[in-house]
């Protein structure tokens, strides 16, 4: 079975630009969720979707915001890029709704702003 | 606040010794709890998990021990491999909104 895909791997953006990032959870996976890796803050929950529906949301700027497509597929997306969103941005799958509690990560996307 | 705490950033053993990694955590509603490996750019692989309702579990060389009284879980790994060498992230999961809440990480190097 194939794991939880992320593209782009890579990206550069410049200050003020909007990114939109894609995430392919595993095949069965209806709950997909977004996390946020710094240096200096670690990993932090963005936000859950689950069947379309935003469930959670982090302690996050409204410029960060996401959604779900009916194939389970998600993207999240930030606008007005600012120096301090540079991350890398993952990705997690789940099963929740079989009383599954195991979330499973993509490779991440490695966001740069300059 | 940080609701998940591992307080040794970094631990270093011998090969075929073990590995114990700490985990401390304040909010009582956390229903699961899980360990990760991670290496740098690269997304965490899932390791073992446990329910808060037990207090251990093993899955071949790694096993999770879980102190409900003391909020404090922490995972040994028997025996050590260079090959484990990575940091490690508890993680603490609210059945509410599928959420999980990280620990900062323990670099965890094993010395052949």
């Known amino acids: 079975k194939a794991g939880v895909t992320q593209t782009p791997r890579y990206l550069i953006k410049t200050r003020g630009q909007q990114v939109t990032l894609s995430c392919s959870p595993i095949?069965?996976?209806?709950?997909v969720s977004w996390y946020q890796q710094t240096p200096g803050q670690g990993l932090q929950f963005l936000f859950e979707?689950?069947?379309?529906?935003?469930?959670n949301k982090g302690n996050f700027p409204g410029r960060f915001s996401g959604r779900q497509f009916s194939n389970s597929r998600s993207e999240m997306n930030v606008s007005t890029l600012e120096l301090g969103d540079s991350a890398l941005y993952l990705c997690?799958?789940?099963?929740?709704?079989?009383?599954?509690?195991?979330?499973?990560f993509g490779p991440g996307t490695r966001l740069t702003v300059l | 606040d940080q609701q998940v705490k591992q307080n040794s950033p970094s631990l270093s053993v011998q090969e075929g010794r073990i590995s114990i990694l700490n985990c401390d955590y304040t909010?009582?509603?956390?229903?699961?709890f899980l360990w990760y490996k991670k290496y740098p750019a690269e997304g965490p692989t899932f390791l073992i998990s446990?329910?808060?309702?037990?207090d251990k579990n093993e899955d071949g060389r790694f096993t999770v021990f879980l102190n409900k009284s003391a909020k404090h879980l922490s995972l040994h790994i028997v025996p050590s491999q260079p090959g484990d060498s990575a940091v490690y992230f508890c993680?603490?999961?609210?059945?509410?909104?599928?959420?999980?809440?990280f620990g900062g990480g323990t670099r965890l190097m094993v010395k052949p």
């Open positions: 997690a799958s789940s099963l929740w709704d079989r009383g599954l509690h195991e979330q499973f």
């Open positions: 095949s069965g996976h209806r709950s």
């Open positions: 979707y689950f069947s379309e529906t935003q469930r």
């Open positions: 909010n009582s509603m956390f229903d699961y």
């Open positions: 446990i329910s808060s309702i037990k």
């Open positions: 993680a603490a999961h609210l059945n509410a909104g599928n959420m999980l809440t």
